[in-house]
């Protein structure tokens, strides 16, 4: 069975993201750029599922700028087996991506795919599901645990009120939660297999995909600011001010 | 045209982000209708035909609808899809599993967790973890849509009166079902409603001394949440964490002990209305965000704090 896991190159976590002068997005000029945090979890869960013995390849996938290689050697340093570039300038909609997966799962038949629950960039939380609505491919999101009972998987997902868990039948696509595992640290002399490791690149127009979209962004602002606080002495300041000042309790 | 809103309700009772949703749904300004799926969910129906602003609600019932599957809900708000301009769901664990599978089935842009209606075609939703917020305009023929509860109110739940129209279900899928859940069971508000939350982060040191925040949280009649940190170290459950990738509140008072205050967790509380910071470290990120901050071990400020409760 193949596993394929999706990789996505975002801003780094620890940077503040800071809006451009002319409100068209985010900078991204010179800052850091690392794997979305989710998709680390994810490349993690297929090779733990690989060394189970319940896999035999873990293609890490990426969709964007030429840059994203750096992010699917990342995933090959971390145990991943091959890498797939689909090569794009346009950020694409949740709805593309998900369009150009089911390109790649239609040529791959994986098993599983695998991909961050949501991206910490545009935070849409969207893809995994598109994919499997497109696909047919069963749909376990915000995934805690992950077992294996034939050809069928029991995931533990997390919800508002606590933790539920389903039944699906492979092909399907999980999307992690934070608990599902963590993640390991790329080794120094896997860093260096990784480079010999194969990546295809495939540019976006050789897919024959529709990436347009409807959604377009009109600007980006920086949230309004909020007004600066007072440090208190103590408890009784605290309780006062909350009383008589805020008024909220 | 008119918009249509999938109704989530457990227990009989229709969630509150769910009249947040119809708050937004009446500022886009079209006839608002609630579809209600379940396996009885007749008294759900009654109470939706009775929210402030509703025109109609349609009632689909099959034993399938019993748990929230995101392949059978999904099937049945697209089968029912015809009419519509917007489709609108609330932006919580359930709704987020079903909308983006609607917008790929409808061909269209998902648009997640908007916090401002601009017009008909135009919202606001936050990105990086809020420190930006995206304005976009949708050219698509139905616009799916997201909705965070806390930027909108809660329409009333009482002055309508709509009718109710069964309608069919759709197709159910034999590849998924539910297995069984584990919920936490807590008198308590429930935390992204709450008008008042108490937090707990790595500082409180393990599960038990979060016994601490429940004591206070009981005095203020408030919810209980958490930081990352806190349920990544087995602290408290994950329906505890707040924050960009957990949930998200905005409570009259926001009360954050032992939390350093990552942008994580800010993304998530950051539009409370009132916020007390109480951490040792007077570094701590938390403190710039705080309208009352006090630098004390939280050992020491929190039985003062609970006595001080009781005067």
């Known amino acids: 069975m193949k596993i394929i896991v999706g990789v996505k190159r975002v801003l780094d976590y620890n940077v503040k993201a800071r809006v451009k002068a002319d409100k068209s997005g985010i900078e991204l000029a010179n800052v850091k750029m ?127 009120s606590g933790l539920e868990s389903i039944k699906v039948t492979m092909p399907a696509i999980i999307t992690t939660d934070l608990r599902l595992n963590e993640p390991r640290y790329a080794k120094l002399p896997n860093i260096m297999k990784a480079k010999k490791k194969p990546l295809e690149i495939i540019p976006v127009a050789d897919t024959g995909v529709d990436v347009s979209s409807g959604l377009s962004v009109v600007e980006v602002n920086e949230p309004p600011r909020r007004a600066a606080g007072i440090i208190v002495k103590n408890v009784a300041e605290l309780v006062d001010k909350l009383r008589n000042e805020a008024k909220v309790i | 045209m008119s918009t249509l809103i999938l109704v989530e309700h457990e227990d009989g009772n229709i969630r509150p982000a769910t009249l947040s949703v119809v708050t937004a749904a009446a500022a886009i300004g079209q006839e608002i209708h609630l579809l209600v799926a379940g396996s009885g969910a007749e008294e759900v129906a009654a109470k939706a035909a009775a929210i402030a602003g509703v025109g109609k609600v349609l009632l689909a019932k099959h034993d399938a609808y019993a748990h929230e599957l995101a392949e059978n809900l999904s099937a049945l708000v697209v089968r029912h899809a015809d009419g519509y301009s917007h489709i609108l769901f609330a932006a919580t664990a359930a709704g987020k599993n079903v909308m983006p599978r609607v917008a790929a089935l409808l061909d269209v842009s998902g648009i997640s967790d908007i916090i401002e209606v601009r017009g008909e075609d135009t919202f606001v939703r936050p990105i990086y973890a809020g420190n930006a917020l995206a304005t976009v305009r949708s050219s698509d023929p139905v616009k799916v849509i997201s909705v965070r509860s806390t930027a909108f109110d809660a329409a009333a739940e009482e002055g309508g009166t709509a009718s109710v129209e069964a309608v069919d279900a759709a197709e159910i899928s034999d590849k998924v079902s539910f297995v069984g859940q584990e919920l936490s069971q807590s008198d308590r508000p429930e935390l992204t409603s709450a008008s008042i939350v108490v937090s707990g982060g790595r500082g409180m040191q393990n599960g038990e001394n979060f016994s601490m925040l429940d004591d206070i949280a009981g005095k203020l009649n408030a919810a209980v949440g958490a930081s990352r940190a806190a349920v990544d170290a087995g602290f408290v459950p994950n329906e505890y964490q707040v924050g960009q990738t957990g949930k998200v509140v905005a409570p009259d008072l926001y009360l954050a002990v032992g939390i350093s205050g990552a942008i994580q967790h800010l993304a998530g509380m950051k539009d409370s209305k009132v916020i007390v910071a109480i951490n040792k470290d007077e570094e701590a990120p938390i403190f710039q965000v705080a309208d009352y901050g006090l630098v004390a071990d939280l050992f020491d400020a929190l039985p003062e704090l609970s006595a001080a409760l009781d005067s």
Do not use: C, Y
């Open chain 1, 34 to 160: 690392s794997m979305n945090p989710f998709d680390e979890i994810a490349v993690e869960e297929a090779l733990r599922i690989k060394e189970a013995g319940n896999a035999d390849e873990v293609i890490a996938v990426s969709i964007g700028p030429v840059q994203s290689q750096e992010t699917i050697r990342t995933a090959l340093a971390m145990g991943a087996d091959r890498g797939i570039l689909i090569e794009t300038n346009e950020l694409l909609e949740p709805l593309a991506i998900a369009k150009l997966l089911k390109h790649l799962v239609d040529r791959e038949q994986p098993g599983l795919v695998l991909l961050g629950k949501q991206a910490i960039d545009d935070d849409a939380n969207q893809t995994g599901q598109m994919l499997s609505a497109l696909s047919g491919m069963s749909q376990a999101t915000f995934a805690s645990r992950v077992e294996f009972d034939g050809d069928q998987l029991k995931v533990t997902r997390e919800v508002d």
